[in-house]
């Protein structure tokens, strides 16, 4: 059975659209072979030039009844609503998609971009935290 996503019924379609956007534009910038960490440079260049509202590397503690049971960083979180995880390989892992919905379990967001710069482009997945 197919089913029809209209744009209404995603969650922040504007933000993740233009995000996206970016995210091509980077890739197509800077091709394929780099480390993460300059991915998230040339992001976060092109969410200032774009006028973005973002943070890096952003801490989350883990919590179990009041006590800090680990740290949990982002790579970014976009206008207070969109936890984007970058990543540079051709699949999408288990432990990458497990990973990026305990950050939006962690800090009570409904969205989440997790994204691979590839040999062939850009791949990304939106992982939905829906309470």
């Not at 009570?108 to 829906?130: A, P």
């Amino acid at each position: 059975m197919k089913y029809l996503i209209r744009k209404k019924d995603l969650i922040y379609p504007e933000l993740s659209f233009k995000i996206i956007g970016i995210l091509f534009e980077v890739f197509n910038n800077l091709g394929y072979g780099y480390q993460e960490k300059y991915y998230q440079k040339a992001v976060a260049i092109s969410f200032k030039e774009n006028k973005i509202n973002f943070k890096e590397q952003v801490y989350f503690p883990l919590r179990y009844k009041d006590i800090k049971l680990g740290n949990s960083y982002f790579d970014f979180l976009v206008e207070g609503k969109i936890i984007i995880e970058l990543k540079k390989g051709d699949r999408f892992s288990k432990h990458d998609i497990t990973q990026i919905y305990s950050y939006l379990k962690i800090s009570n967001l409904q969205l989440g971009l997790l994204v691979n710069f590839t040999s062939k482009g850009v791949k990304y997945k939106r992982i939905l935290n829906i309470n």
